[in-house]
């Protein structure tokens, strides 16, 4: 485990690295790190403060908030095919900020996007647990969330239609293939406290995954509270999913495909795969950026599309593999 957890951590930091240090300026990596912590003449110190360090952390913290989301969603339902979005908070928070979009009210003030698309999540989230009500088992949480991200595609689809402003429908479209592009440290600021509170949240549910491999009597039997774990697992999926919405659009397969792939790494322990999940989540992302920024720099080609572009076909390729070992 402290090889698997070193290397990650390793590759994490290579990638970090790499994304500070990536763009279309000609200036050495060197120079880039020495303009980031000690400043100093010129646009440098700015580029690398206020687009560069926000884009960095961003990719960092919203993989992480997937990783972890997934692999904590998958092991209270035990079923690999479970991811963050299940419960209707993407969509939701994907909802929001579209009104947000239509309304003007994004145009009209900064932070208008993000912190509607927070309210959406919140609202969703909260429709789910409503649904679902606090003894429900875990077909109806899953239907719960089928629904209300069916409302939210739905709601969603009817603005598009609506719109009168074809710049503003072209806007939506493009928010929701998701990207890190043109962030700030204000988005950071914005998505950090609430991270950290889903972080905390999820990060205490690995003995009550274990326990939940043995099937929920032994689980209730073994003094774990499923009600309550129920909760703190929505709650903060909801914070830190509904978080990464908001600031960076909607970015998918990342919760559903990292679990997958680290799941043999840890002796499929729900546990161990919360953490091995985060550092994996936050690579992919930062490593997608990377690929963003390198591959089609002029194009503007989006986060969203590339994690889906890499993930369904690896994910596909893991489905063909476990239905090969089962037969």
Do not use: C
Request: charged letters at 10%; zero cysteines; glycine letters at 12%.
């Amino acid at each position: 485990m402290s090889r698997l957890a070193l290397a990650l951590s390793a590759l994490v930091a290579v990638l970090f690295a790499a994304s500070l240090t990536t763009g279309p300026s000609d200036t050495s990596t060197l120079s880039d790190l020495s303009a980031l912590f000690l400043g100093g003449d010129g646009p440098l110190p700015l580029v690398m403060r206020e687009i560069r360090l926000p884009r960095a952390l961003l990719g960092l913290m919203i993989g992480a908030s997937l990783g972890l989301a997934g692999a904590a969603m998958q092991g209270y339902l035990r079923n690999p095919l479970a991811e963050p979005g299940l419960i209707g908070v993407s969509g939701s928070a994907a909802l929001g900020a579209v009104l947000a979009i239509h309304t003007g009210l994004a145009a009209a003030f900064t932070l208008g996007l993000p912190l509607a698309a927070l309210a959406g999540a919140g609202t969703g989230v909260l429709l789910v647990l409503m649904l679902a009500g606090p003894r429900g088992a875990s077909i109806t949480l899953i239907l719960a969330g089928i629904a209300i991200s069916a409302l939210a595609a739905a709601l969603t689809s009817l603005v598009l239609n609506l719109s009168p402003n074809p710049y503003a429908a072209s806007e939506i479209v493009f928010w929701m293939m998701g990207s890190l592009a043109d962030r700030s440290m204000t988005h950071v600021w914005l998505a950090l406290p609430l991270m950290v509170v889903g972080w905390v949240g999820l990060a205490t549910l690995g003995r009550g995954l274990d326990a939940l491999t043995l099937g929920e009597d032994a689980a209730e039997a073994m003094g774990i509270r499923l009600t309550r774990l129920r909760l703190t697992l929505v709650v903060g999926t909801a914070f830190v999913v509904g978080a990464a919405t908001a600031v960076a659009g909607a970015i998918g397969f990342v919760g559903l495909v990292v679990p997958h792939l680290l799941r043999p790494l840890v002796g499929a322990r729900p546990s161990r795969l919360l953490w091995a999940s985060a550092l994996g989540g936050a690579a992919m992302v930062l490593a997608a950026d990377l690929a963003v920024r390198l591959v089609l720099p002029e194009r503007d080609l989006k986060l969203g599309v590339l994690t889906a572009l890499v993930g369904a076909p690896l994910f596909l390729h893991l489905i063909y593999k476990t239905r090969a070992e089962m037969a």
